[in-house]
DNA sequence: TCATTAACTGTCG
DNA sequence: CGACAGTTAATGA
């Protein structure tokens, strides 16, 4: 990728971290130091247990994070898009890497090293406060999850992900514009690929959802809402 | 055309 | 609900 085409400055993702504070000139000398590439389509990005190389930030595209189990099963942590922030979990902490992360589709990522993001938060306060939002908004969501997969059976948490999906990437000719496929449907739901298609072909035979392909499309969000409405709250 | 991959189904423990 | 076997459809060397 031409690095001049990832300059933040023409950059449109309003809700980057990055692109919100820009007007401070303080961070000009630092966005100059940051390097852009190209992911494609399931090539994986960061590996679990890697060495930390800064933050990553996906001007577009879809990436998916993951921790890999046991069994070798995956458990996929987190789905993100074009102006989300990705390796921030391990950062200051950790040395290393605690997820790993493909490309669910050719995506442009922005990475900033691990000097240039300490940098970053020691001389630019506005920045440092919204992360730090940024990371109790992320615990309490984090938070929520660990209720999510210790009291919804698994086809709830397969509704559940198909409303998250539906929310967060929407939906275009009434298909959800994410492209998954029935196994990482089944890993983040924490389940079998075979079980991920047998909820999804009952959700269809109710009329609930329609799938064409891979692609999903949600019919009746509110009937799908009200059954998983009882683990919203108590 | 053959081989591979992914979606799907049936059944068993 | 998970694991395994087996079918079907699409895709591509």
């Given at each position: 990728m031409k690095e001049e085409s990832a300059i933040c400055y023409t950059c449109i993702n309003e809700n980057c971290f990055i692109k919100?504070?820009?007007?401070?000139?303080?961070?000009?000398?630092?966005?100059?130091k940051k390097k852009s590439f190209v992911c494609k389509k399931s090539e994986q990005f960061i590996t679990e247990g890697a060495p930390l190389q800064g933050l990553y930030f996906i001007c577009s595209g879809k990436v998916k994070t993951v921790k890999t189990g046991i069994n070798g099963r995956e458990q996929i942590v987190r789905l993100t898009k074009n102006g989300d922030t990705i390796g921030f979990r391990g950062f200051g902490t950790s040395k290393r890497y605690l997820i790993g992360a493909y490309a669910l589709e050719d995506s442009v990522l922005c990475n900033f090293s691990n000097e240039t993001m300490?940098?970053?938060?020691?001389?630019?306060?506005?920045?440092?406060?919204?992360?730090?939002?940024?990371?109790?908004?992320?615990?309490?969501?984090?938070?929520?999850?660990?209720?999510?997969?210790?009291?919804?059976?698994?086809?709830?948490?397969?509704?559940d992900l198909l409303l998250y999906?539906?929310?967060?990437?929407?939906?275009?000719?009434?298909?959800?514009?994410?492209?998954?496929?029935?196994?990482?449907?089944?890993?983040?739901?924490?389940?079998?690929?075979?079980?991920?298609?047998?909820?999804?072909?009952?959700?269809?035979?109710?009329?609930?959802?329609?799938?064409?392909?891979?692609?999903?499309?949600?019919?009746?969000?509110?009937?799908?809402?009200?059954?998983?409405?009882?683990?919203?709250?108590?």
């Open positions: 919100k504070h820009l007007h401070l000139e303080q961070m000009r000398q630092f966005v100059l300490l940098e970053i938060l020691q001389t630019v306060p506005e920045f440092t406060y919204a992360l730090m939002l940024f990371y109790a908004d992320e615990l309490n969501k984090s938070e929520n999850n660990i209720r999510k997969i210790a009291h919804m059976n698994v086809r709830e948490r397969v509704i999906i539906h929310r967060k990437f929407g939906q275009v000719n009434g298909l959800i514009d994410i492209e998954l496929s029935r196994k990482e449907i089944a890993d983040f739901a924490g389940t079998t690929e075979e079980q991920a298609i047998r909820i999804l072909s009952s959700l269809k035979k109710e009329t609930l959802i329609k799938t064409v392909g891979k692609r999903i499309g949600i019919l009746a969000i509110p009937e799908l809402r009200t059954e998983i409405m009882e683990h919203k709250y108590f």
